[in-house]
């Protein structure tokens, strides 16, 4: 389950000194995805595993420096009860906040952390527009019901958008709007070609910064009460 760990990030958890930890496998297929090991069964399969000790003991050594922990993927939520099981055991161990990065696809999870107190703050990626997600080969069904549930969490999520210009541009916008609507926070992040992506044939060419401002300002003007990120 545990692919890797990451013992300090400046970036990861908001205001926060964390550790990333790393769970393999993925339920997407997003194209522009850069951490193609986790995510690609035959490459999964390369990496070692790190154990739940393991883990807890490298938390151990930053105790008092660290003050969260990120569980990221991959895709957190394809572990069900060991995910749960995993939140309980740091959340017991130490007096660490705990983040999860989730791509949405699995809401009653998720219900059933928050309800546990198991996570402290939630990073949903919104891909593109619900009408383009079987290209990802995914449901939006899900996506759209863990949406939801971010909008009760008030400053404890934030809902990202990687502006690829395959993927997101102001028509994809447009069909994104009414679902963001009500979330108090969205973080817009570029999109980084130059590294291995998932799909090789994907167009690497990210947008300009004057490109980048333009597609804010449409977020902006749509999302007036939204506070929104940005990440370039």
């Given at each position: 389950m545990i692919k890797g760990l990451r013992g300090t990030s400046l970036v990861d958890y908001p205001g926060k000194i964390a550790a990333v930890v790393f769970l393999g496998g993925c339920n997407f297929r997003c194209p522009y995805c850069y951490n193609v090991d986790l995510v690609l069964p035959e490459r999964l399969r390369r990496?070692?595993?790190?154990?739940?000790?393991?883990?807890?003991?490298?938390?151990?050594?930053?105790?008092?420096?660290?003050?969260?922990?990120?569980?990221?993927?991959?895709?957190?939520?394809?572990?069900?009860?060991?995910?749960?099981?995993?939140?309980?055991?740091?959340?017991?161990?130490?007096?660490?906040?705990?983040?999860?990065?989730?791509?949405?696809?699995?809401?009653?999870?998720?219900?059933?952390?928050?309800?546990?107190?198991?996570?402290?703050?939630?990073a949903l990626d919104f891909k593109t527009a619900p009408s383009r997600y079987p290209e990802l080969s995914a449901d939006f069904a899900p996506v759209a019901e863990t949406l939801e549930i971010l909008k009760g969490l008030n400053g404890r999520a934030e809902v990202r958008i990687t502006l690829a210009p395959a993927l997101v541009g102001p028509k994809e916008i447009e069909e994104m709007l009414p679902y963001l609507q009500g979330l108090p926070r969205l973080a817009l992040q570029k999109f980084v070609g130059e590294v291995e992506l998932l799909d090789p044939d994907f167009p690497s060419q990210p947008y300009s910064r004057e490109e980048l401002l333009s597609l804010k300002e449409i977020f902006r003007q749509n999302l007036p009460s939204t506070e929104i990120l940005t990440r370039f």
């Open positions: 990496l070692p595993d790190l154990s739940e000790k393991e883990l807890l003991s490298e938390l151990r050594r930053r105790e008092g420096f660290i003050r969260g922990v990120v569980l990221t993927g991959g895709e957190p939520t394809l572990w069900g009860r060991r995910l749960i099981d995993l939140c309980a055991r740091i959340r017991e161990a130490f007096s660490l906040s705990i983040k999860l990065d989730t791509n949405g696809s699995h809401p009653g999870l998720l219900a059933e952390l928050l309800s546990g107190a198991l996570v402290d703050y939630v």
